[in-house]
C-alpha cells in the first residue's frame, strides 16, 4: 500500500533530534516523509551526517535517495529488508549510527550489521558503551544483540570497525527495565 509522505516542520536546532527519527519510524512503517522549515523560518540545510544517515536507510530500505531531507526519494514508502550490510559511516560514529538505527532493525526482524568509522568520535557516545546499555534494552523486548568491536576508530581519522548482529522474536514490552550497570573504563 502506497502512502503519501508526511510533511514534518521543524527548526534548523530541531533538525539533528528529528531526522535520525523520522528515518528509523520510516524504515519500522513504510511511511515516507520529508521535512520541511517551520513557517517563516530559514530553510532546512542537509549537512553530511544527514545525508550518510539518508544513505544508510537508502541500502537498508533498498530505496532511492531524492530530495536532501526526504524519504525515500521516490515518495514511496518501504520498510527495511533487514540483511547482512556493509556501511562506511564516516565521520557520523559508529555510535550514533547503532543508536538510531537498532531499534530500526528490531522491530524489522534482525540482521547483521558490519559498520566502519570512529569508534571514539570526538563528541558523544563511544561504541562500547553502546554496546553495553543496546543488549539490556533489547534483551527486555525478547531481542539479542551481540556488538564485537572489530577494530578501534578514533575522529577524525576513524578507521574503526565493528559487527552487530539483532536476532530473536518480539515480545511484549517489560514493565520496568532498569540500566544501572554501566561498567567502569577498566571493564571497557
Do not use: N, Y
Not at 534548523?12 to 520541511?36: H, I, N, Q
Amino acid at each position: 500500500m502506497s502512502r503519501a509522505p508526511l510533511t514534518l516542520s521543524c527548526t534548523e536546532d530541531e533538525l539533528d533530534a528529528l531526522w535520525p527519527v523520522a528515518l528509523g519510524l520510516s524504515l519500522v512503517t513504510g511511511t515516507p516523509f520529508r521535512l520541511e522549515a517551520t513557517a517563516g523560518g530559514p530553510p532546512l540545510v542537509a549537512r553530511s551526517k544527514h545525508l550518510s544517515m539518508a544513505r544508510v536507510a537508502a541500502q537498508l530500505a533498498d530505496a532511492p535517495l531524492g530530495e536532501t531531507l526526504a524519504f525515500p526519494g521516490d515518495g514511496e514508502g518501504r520498510c527495511a529488508s533487514v540483511r547482512e550490510v556493509h556501511l562506511d559511516v564516516g565521520a557520523l560514529g559508529i555510535a550514533q549510527t547503532l543508536t538510531w538505527l537498532l531499534p530500526a532493525m528490531s522491530l524489522s526482524g534482525g540482521g547483521t550489521l558490519h559498520l566502519r568509522g570512529a569508534t571514539h568520535p570526538a563528541s558523544g557516545p563511544i561504541t562500547q558503551s553502546v554496546s553495553l546499555w543496546w543488549p539490556t534494552i533489547l534483551a527486555a523486548f525478547s531481542r539479542h544483540l551481540e556488538v564485537k568491536l572489530e577494530r578501534a576508530g578514533f575522529a577524525p581519522q576513524a578507521g574503526g570497525a565493528i559487527t552487530a548482529r539483532i536476532s530473536g522474536t518480539r515480545g511484549t514490552a517489560p514493565a520496568l527495565l532498569e540500566l544501572l550497570r554501566r561498567g567502569t573504563l577498566h571493564e571497557v
